[in-house]
């Protein structure tokens, strides 16, 4: 049996941080999901998806998502239940995800693609760097400057 969702979306508001009593992190917040298509008036429907984090992955979220940004979730659907006030069973659906991966920078200039898997405890940045320490320039190897290649017979695989 196979429980796997991937979306990517926008979040609506920022993630709400919290802590079980035994100390455990969870973060909740909602991805705005475009549908493929279009309504009759031409308009863009999104889906609404409650997602929820925990532990370590709660706290990166928190600290790193905010309103609006582009955001990919991997994990699983949950469905669960409780008794309201008025002792009616309510159902919430939610993704329970562990690996959320933040698709543009806190500025928002789009070019960052940061990873963290709650699963393997380790924060990937695939990100371009900015060093602080030391200027790093990475040149392109193919690049042309205009000056004559110099590959001898040998180097050649045929």
Known sequence: MLNR??????????????????????TQFTL???????????NREADFIPVVTWRQLAETCANYLRKGRLTAVEGRIQVRHYDNNE???????????????????????GNRDESYDGGGQSYRDRGPSQDSGRNQQQQDPFSDDGSPIDISDDDLPF
């Open 5 to 26: 969702v991937i979306l990517i979306g926008r979040l609506t508001r920022d993630p709400e941080l919290r802590y079980t009593p035994s100390g455990v992190a969870v």
């Open 32 to 42: 705005a999901v475009d549908r493929p298509f279009t309504s009759q008036g031409g």
């Open 87 to 109: 002792g009616r069973r309510v159902y919430v659906t939610e993704v329970v995800a562990d690996n959320v991966r933040f698709l543009e920078s806190a500025g928002g200039g």
